[in-house]
């Protein structure tokens, strides 16, 4: 069974039915916002108290999101977050009776804690001990995994995940594509290659009983690859995990946002901004991530001539010897001076990468540049007319921090692979679209299209 159409999604409506017959919540612990570029209509928590849990438990929400923010953070921290969240989750299902399965949503280029991360949360919630199911596939950015090896595919041409960029990252580096070495790599050696299962396409295609054959012979903590081309090879991997978890099986995911989208029976959706805002302020985006894609997508994006840009020199703001060279205040007033007269500004940081010793330099310096425009964000006395944030550190902690989110719900996609949420009314601006674009999504022109989208009616 094959579909030459990796987004075409032949078992949606039947998996929806089997998801909600299992009257349970879907937790996605999210370890950056960009999980929800494959949902619409749920919620996203920027926070994760047991009250908070205990709401959505109460409600019956048969999915949502947590914005861990985890790859953000240094190893120590980003577990003791994890254990935090799985042991609220547990007191929340205690306290309200809600069965709860958690995924752990991650990076589809494989940068992030694995598996110190899927443990803690696991063991921490009571779930821990089950076997884990690996399936970093995201179809909808080209990323798809053959023979236990990832790929990430751009036209006609796959390239082995480890053979990007996306493998060099200062903090969450590695060397292998294929998936049992990598298992083996990032844990150190605890888990070996030979030792990692693998559900092969053919045994997809093959159909439900040999993917059940797979799933049932698993044995506590054992980790297994689900090799996947297409939704049509996940839903198909879906399907059989539906009725084994309702025949009292348990499992563990460590996934990409595709899982989410085939396991829940959900899709993208689209979004269009709306033509009669009352907002007359201009609107703003902020540029923190980095990579080669983000740089091209802001230099097309400032070619736009009603489009102020604003730099922000990265060396400044983490160099302990000249702190007093990046002047906030300044800052603040160029911006707000011209969201209101109506222009769109576009705030960014310079475009070479500067970086640590180490891993934990690497996240700090990376910490201190996000906090300067969180900061922005925060003191902006003024709501402008839009907002869009560029790399998914950066959108989660405009979000969570500068505008102070704890509840938003997924309106849906501005552009494939780009969510835009409605903000809470808890918010610094409340009700407002607030887009989260990841750093590595779309082509050369998609952040330039998607302002022009926002714009086209102003």
């Not at 054992?222 to 839903?235: G, H, R």
Request: glycine share 8%; with cysteine; hydrophobic share 40%.
């Amino acid at each position: 069974m094959r579909n030459s159409d990796p987004l075409e999604r032949p078992f949606e409506e039947k998996i929806r039915t089997l998801f909600h017959q299992q009257q349970m919540s879907l937790v996605i612990v999210d370890d950056d916002p960009t999980g929800t570029q494959t949902a619409h209509d749920v919620p996203v928590l920027g926070i994760w108290t047991t009250e908070a849990f205990v709401q959505e438990f109460s409600l019956k929400t048969p999915l949502f999101f947590v914005l861990a923010n985890t790859r953000s953070l240094p190893m120590q921290e980003a577990t003791d977050r994890a254990n935090e969240i799985g042991e609220n989750l547990r007191e929340a299902s205690l306290k309200t009776g809600r069965k709860f399965v958690i995924v752990s949503r991650s990076d589809s280029t494989l940068r992030g804690y694995f598996p110190s991360e899927v443990i803690a949360l696991s063991q921490s919630a009571g779930l821990g001990g089950f076997p884990v199911l690996l399936a970093p596939a995201f179809f909808e950015g080209g990323r798809i995994t053959e023979n236990n090896v990832h790929y990430i595919v751009e036209g006609e041409k796959k390239i082995p995940v480890s053979e990007t960029v996306f493998a060099q990252d200062k903090s969450f580096g590695y060397s292998n594509s294929d998936l049992t070495k990598w298992v083996e790599e990032k844990s150190g050696g605890a888990i070996a290659h030979q030792d990692v299962k693998s559900l092969s396409i053919e045994d997809i295609r093959a159909g439900s009983e040999a993917i059940s054959n797979r799933l049932t012979t698993l044995q506590p903590d054992d980790v297994l690859i689900i090799n996947c081309q297409s939704y049509t090879d996940l839903e198909g991997t879906c399907l059989v995990l539906h009725q084994l978890i309702l025949e009292g099986k348990n499992f563990n995911f460590r996934t990409g946002a595709s899982f989410v989208a085939a396991f829940a029976g959900i899709k993208a959706k689209p979004w269009k901004p709306n033509a009669t805002s009352k907002i007359k302020s201009g609107g703003l985006i902020i540029v923190g991530s980095y990579v080669k894609k983000s740089t091209l997508q802001l230099e097309n994006l400032l070619k736009i001539p009603d489009i102020e840009g604003v730099p922000v020199l990265v060396e400044k703001i983490v160099s302990d010897s000249v702190p007093e060279q990046v002047n906030h205040r300044l800052f603040l007033e160029e911006i707000q001076r011209h969201l209101q007269r109506g222009t769109n500004v576009v705030v960014y940081t310079s475009r070479e990468l500067i970086s640590g010793a180490n891993p934990t330099e690497s996240l700090s310096i990376g910490e201190k540049v996000t906090d300067f425009l969180v900061q922005l964000v925060a003191d902006l006395p003024a709501q402008p007319a839009f907002i869009i944030a560029k790399g998914g550190i950066t959108s989660n902690d405009i979000a969570v921090k500068g505008l102070r989110m704890k509840r938003a719900i997924v309106l849906g996609q501005v552009i494939p692979g780009v969510p835009v949420w409605e903000l809470g009314e808890e918010t610094k601006f409340p009700f407002m679209p607030y887009v989260v674009f990841p750093g590595n999504v779309g082509d050369d022109g998609s952040l330039a299209h998607v302002y022009q989208l926002f714009t086209e009616n102003q």
